[in-house]
């Protein structure tokens, strides 16, 4: 079957612009994260939805990222008046059960903000 | 605060020898351990896991040790085979609903 699927796999914007990234995680999965990659770095987790509700939003940054889930399947985050230290890949994760922590990862959308 | 350190951010290693990959925590709560892999311009894909109840998980090639007492993990592979060449990231749960903390990762080199 089809694994977690994120578009696009590159975006390139100019700061201030505004960006929106696409997840689509394995069919039937409960859980959704999205997670921040900064060069050299792990992956940092922003936020988590448990089908459309969005239990954790702790790690994003700045009232600039915004994420949503509505129907429990397809995720987008959008980051508005994107700036250079948003630059990133952007990783995506489900997993089927609750309390399960093993994760699928998308390979990830990676943002450069010029 | 770094609460899951890789303090080695690259390993080479003989192809047919063991790697060993090392993974240091500080966060008391964390109860479950997981190691995921990653090649380049993919995303990370899980490896192997351990819970705290136990200090050792084996799978085929790979095996987790886990020592509570240090706050340390450790993940050996042997042998090594040169695909087992990627990233290798540690992360820890802490029992809540599914969120994993990440190490920054060792890059691991087997060399043919």
């Known amino acids: 079957g089809a694994g977690v699927s994120q578009s696009p796999r590159y975006k390139v914007a100019k700061r201030g612009q505004d960006v929106a990234l696409r997840c689509d995680p394995i069919?039937?999965?409960?859980?959704l994260f999205w997670y921040q990659q900064a060069l050299g770095q792990g992956p940092e987790f922003l936020t988590y939805?448990?089908?459309?509700?969005?239990?954790?939003k702790s790690g994003l940054p700045s009232d600039r990222f915004f994420a949503e889930r509505p129907e429990g399947s397809v995720s987008t985050l959008k980051i508005q008046r994107t700036q250079q230290e948003d630059s990133a890949v952007y990783l995506c994760a489900s997993s089927l059960r609750l309390f399960a922590y093993e994760q699928y990862f998308g390979p990830g959308t990676r943002l450069t903000v010029t | 605060d770094q609460q899951v350190k890789q303090n080695s951010p690259s390993l080479s290693v003989q192809e047919g020898r063991i790697s060993i990959l090392n993974c240091d925590y500080t966060?008391?709560?964390?109860?479950?351990f997981l190691w995921y892999k990653k090649y380049p311009a993919e995303g990370p894909t899980f490896l192997i896991s351990?819970?705290?109840?136990?200090d050792k998980n084996e799978d085929g090639r790979f095996t987790v040790f886990l020592n509570k007492s240090a706050k340390h993990l450790s993940l050996h592979i042997v042998p090594s085979q040169p695909g087992d060449s990627a990233v290798y990231f540690c992360a820890a749960g802490d029992g809540g609903y599914q969120k994993v903390t990440f190490g920054t990762g060792t890059k691991l080199q087997v060399i043919p």
């Open positions: 351990i819970s705290s109840i136990k």
């Open positions: 939805f448990q089908n459309e509700a969005q239990l954790d």
């Open positions: 069919s039937g999965h409960v859980s």
């Open positions: 966060n008391s709560m964390f109860d479950y």
